[in-house]
């Protein structure tokens, strides 16, 4: 059987943040320009980058939204062991 993994940061969590840290230094957004955009704070940005904040799959969106980017998400069988 599969183990369940605790709440908290998981290696997709941290893909997830790096994938959006990434395209945002390809579309040369800063944090602060993202801020103004999404209604929030430049350093919200940072700490949900960062994983100090908490980045919902909402956020999520609407920063690869931003970025001219869709946020895909899927599932794929496990071979069981």
Known sequence: M????????????DQVRQQIRGVLRLRHISHAEAGRVLGIGDREVGRMLSGHAALTLAW??????????RLVIGFQAIDPE
């Open 2 to 13: 599969a183990q369940i993994r605790p709440l908290g940061e998981t290696p997709l969590e």
């Open 60 to 69: 999520a969106e609407r920063l690869a939204d931003l970025c001219g980017m």
